[in-house]
Nanobody, 124 residues
Framework: QEQLVESGGGLVQSGGSLTLSCVAS????????LGWFRQAPGKERDIVAA????????YYVDSVKGRFAISRDNAQKTVYLQMANLKPEDTAVYYC?????????????????WGQGTQVTVSA
């Protein structure tokens, strides 16, 4: 069983930066693929970024390419999402998730464990 706890959300002005962290508590963190998803009010929870177990493959949704960066530290059991040049449309609850498939995946159903979410609000 894996428990994930996100932190780092908050209120930031447009153009600002935030770094989200997600710490895991289980033993298998190093073998999981990891993803960051976000859900805005009234919308579906969608993939933002993903990274495979060995960190040699990454995925970004088009709207965040060049602005967000996903990384992982297996020794610290932590996955990060560095967000720069934030825009009001980035406002959402951000969730980290872990997939026992290990390979890079963007499908929500492939993720077995989820954090509780952290709110990111970007003001215009």
């Amino acid at each position: 069983q894996e428990q994930l706890v996100e932190s780092g959300g908050g209120l930031v002005q447009s153009g600002g930066s935030l770094t989200l962290s997600c710490v895991a508590s289980g033993r298998s963190f190093g073998s999981y693929a990891l993803g960051w998803f976000r859900q805005a009010p009234g919308k579906e929870r969608d993939i933002v970024a993903a990274i495979n177990w060995s960190a040699d493959r990454r995925y970004y949704v088009d709207s965040v390419k060049g602005r967000f960066a996903i990384s992982r530290d297996n020794a610290q059991k932590t996955v990060y999402l560095q967000m720069a040049n934030l825009k009001p449309e980035d406002t959402a609850v951000y969730y980290c998730a872990a997939s026992s498939l290990a390979v890079l995946t963007t499908a929500k159903d492939d993720y077995d464990y989820w954090g509780q979410g952290t709110q990111v609000t970007v003001s215009a």
